[in-house]
C-alpha cells in the first residue's frame, strides 16, 4: 500500500479514537483544554523548531500578503455566492455566513497534515503566511462586525480605538505569534538550532510531538453536526472550497508557482477550516445587543456553531484527500476541474429544494379541492 494511503488511514484512525472518547470528554470545557494545549504548547514550539531548521529567504515575507489577499479575495467573492446556497440577502444568516467563510484556521486544520507530509521547510512556509490571516480575522472581521453591528441598529459607525487596541495586543501576544516572532530574530542574527541549549531544545521536541496525535483526537472529540441546517450549511462549505480552489488556481498560475510541494502547500492551506475568532466576534456582537435589549440581531449564533462544526471535519476530509493523491492534483487543468465539480455540487442541493417547491404548487394548482372538482348534483 502507498505510504501517503497509509498514513492517511492512521490519521483516520486517531480522529475514530477521538470519536470514541466522546463518551468520557462530556463538558466542552475537557475539549476546550485539549484545544488550549495544542495552540499554546504543541502548535508554537513545533513552527519555532520549523522555523529554524530552514534558510530564511526574502520570498518568506511575501507569504503573509498571499494569505491575506486569499482571505479578502473569498471575503468580496463570497456575497455573490450565499444566495445560491438558499442564504436570502441581508440577513442575520448572511451576514454571520459572510463574516466566517472568509477566515482560516490553519493551526488545528492544516499545520499538522502539512508537517506529517511535507516536512518542517514546508510548515514553516505555511507558519509564516498564516500571519497575514491572522491580521485578518483579529483586526479587519473586528472592524467589519461592528460596522455592520452600528448600520443595522442605525448607531454612529465610528470604532471604539480601545477595542482595537486591545485586539492588536491580543495579535502580538498569542503564543503562536511570539514564537514565529522569535524565530525570525533569532534566524536574521544566524542562529542555528544546534546553538539551543539541550534542556531547551529537547523540550520543545518532545512538545512538538503531541501536536498531530492531540489535533487528531480533537477533532474526533469535537465533531458534533446538527441535522437542522446540514443541507444548507454543506452547500455553502461546497462552493467554499470551489472558490478557495480557483483562487488557488489563480495564485499558482500568476506566481509561476511550478513546484508540486508548494503548489500542496497552497491547496492545504487554502483548504483549512473556519475560524474560531470571527465567531468571539459574533458573540461579543450578540452580548452587546442582549445588554442594551435590542430585538433585531445582526448575526446568528446558532448558525455560527454549525458552520464551524460542519467546517473542521470537511476541511479535515480535503486536506487528506489532497494529500493521498499528491502532486497530481496539483495540476491547473484538474484544480479548475475540480473547483467545477465543487460549484456545481454546492448549488445542487438548492436546485434540488427549488425544483421540490415547484413540483408541490403545481400538484396544488392542478388539484384544488371544492366546487371545481366536486362531482355535478343530479
Not at 205 to 230: C, D, N
Amino acid at each position: 500500500m502507498d505510504a501517503s494511503l497509509q498514513k492517511t488511514f492512521i490519521f483516520l484512525l486517531f480522529i475514530g479514537i477521538g470519536l470514541l472518547l466522546k463518551v468520557k470528554f462530556r463538558s466542552k470545557e475537557e475539549t476546550s483544554g485539549i484545544k488550549k494545549i495544542i495552540l499554546n504548547l504543541a502548535l508554537p514550539a513545533t513552527i519555532f523548531i520549523a522555523l529554524l531548521n530552514v534558510e530564511l529567504k526574502a520570498d518568506f515575507f511575501l507569504l503573509p500578503f498571499f494569505a491575506l489577499a486569499l482571505n479578502l479575495l473569498l471575503f468580496f467573492l463570497f456575497p455573490y455566492l450565499l444566495p445560491l446556497c438558499g442564504i436570502k440577502k441581508q440577513t442575520a444568516e448572511y451576514r454571520t455566513a459572510a463574516l466566517l467563510v472568509p477566515s482560516l484556521a490553519p493551526g488545528l486544520s492544516s499545520f499538522p497534515f502539512i508537517l506529517e507530509y511535507l516536512g518542517d521547510g514546508a510548515l514553516a512556509k505555511a507558519a509564516m503566511a498564516d500571519l497575514g490571516n491572522k491580521i485578518f480575522v483579529l483586526i479587519l472581521l473586528y472592524v467589519v462586525a461592528m460596522n455592520w453591528f452600528y448600520k443595522v441598529h442605525g448607531k454612529n459607525s465610528r470604532m471604539n480605538s480601545a477595542k482595537i487596541k486591545d485586539l492588536l495586543k491580543v495579535l502580538v501576544s498569542e503564543p503562536v505569534n511570539l514564537f514565529i516572532l522569535g524565530a525570525l530574530l533569532l534566524l536574521g542574527i544566524g542562529f542555528k538550532p544546534e546553538n539551543l541549549p539541550f534542556v531547551l531544545s529537547e523540550t520543545l521536541e518532545r512538545l512538538s510531538l503531541l501536536m498531530t496525535p492531540l489535533v487528531l483526537l480533537f477533532i474526533g472529540l469535537a465533531v458534533s453536526i446538527k441535522k437542522g441546517e446540514f443541507g444548507k450549511i454543506f452547500s455553502l462549505l461546497l462552493l467554499r472550497a470551489g472558490a478557495l480552489i480557483f483562487i488557488s488556481s489563480l495564485f499558482i498560475y500568476f506566481g509561476n508557482i511550478s513546484l508540486g510541494n508548494d503548489r500542496l502547500i497552497v491547496l492545504a492551506f487554502s483548504m483549512s477550516a473556519c475560524s474560531f475568532w470571527p465567531f468571539a466576534h459574533i458573540a461579543a456582537v450578540g452580548a452587546r445587543e442582549q445588554k442594551e435589549k435590542n430585538k433585531v440581531h445582526t448575526f446568528s449564533g446558532p448558525l455560527a456553531i454549525n458552520i464551524l462544526a460542519l467546517s473542521f471535519p470537511f476541511s479535515i476530509i480535503l486536506i487528506l484527500g489532497i494529500f493521498t493523491i499528491g502532486e497530481s492534483i496539483a495540476q491547473l487543468p484538474v484544480l479548475l476541474a475540480t473547483a467545477s465539480g465543487f460549484f456545481i455540487l454546492g448549488m445542487l442541493p438548492v436546485f434540488l429544494r427549488k425544483l421540490k417547491r415547484e413540483n408541490k404548487k403545481q400538484a396544488e394548482k392542478e388539484y384544488q379541492p371544492g366546487l371545481k372538482n366536486a362531482p355535478a348534483e343530479g
